[in-house]
């Protein structure tokens, strides 16, 4: 017996988001904190559910896997502010790092 689990992050459907978020501000803000850039696709959802209960996944057991384009991770990082970072900051950031002896 396999024992898997699938946490989905938000995946757009007619349904649920044009009841849950019919202004389009949820949509908004959650692209902001999903790395990938955009939201979950249904067909991306079922290939992944039909490769778990798949003999070529029979290795898997008692996972819960996050299918969020990345959005747990990045929510938790205290480092994720830096997105917010300009390629200019960027390229001052580094020169002050490489002025530092030892580095």
Same mark, same amino acid.
């Given at each position: 017996?396999?024992?898997?689990?699938?946490?989905?992050?938000?995946?757009?459907?007619?349904?649920?988001?044009?009841?849950?978020?019919?202004?389009?501000?949820?949509?908004?803000?959650?692209?902001?904190?999903?790395?990938? #850039?955009? %939201?979950?696709?249904?067909?991306?959802?079922? *290939?992944?559910? +039909?490769?778990?209960?798949?003999?070529?996944?029979?290795?898997?057991?008692?996972?819960?896997?996050?299918?969020?384009? #990345?959005? %747990?991770?990045?929510?938790?990082?205290?480092? *994720?502010?830096? +997105?917010?970072?300009?390629?200019?900051?960027?390229?001052?950031?580094?020169?002050?790092?490489?002025?530092?002896?030892?580095?």
């Amino acid at each position: 017996m396999r024992f898997n689990a699938i946490a989905p992050g938000p995946i757009e459907t007619k349904g649920a988001f044009t009841r849950l978020d019919p202004t389009g501000q949820f949509m908004k803000r959650t692209l902001e904190q999903i790395p990938i #850039g955009r %939201l979950g696709e249904i067909e991306e959802l079922a *290939n992944l559910s +039909t490769y778990l209960v798949s003999d070529y996944a029979s290795w898997i057991n008692g996972e819960i896997i996050a299918f969020d384009g #990345g959005q %747990l991770p990045y929510a938790a990082g205290m480092f *994720n502010q830096l +997105t917010q970072v300009t390629q200019e900051q960027w390229d001052m950031l580094e020169k002050a790092i490489r002025n530092v002896k030892g580095s």
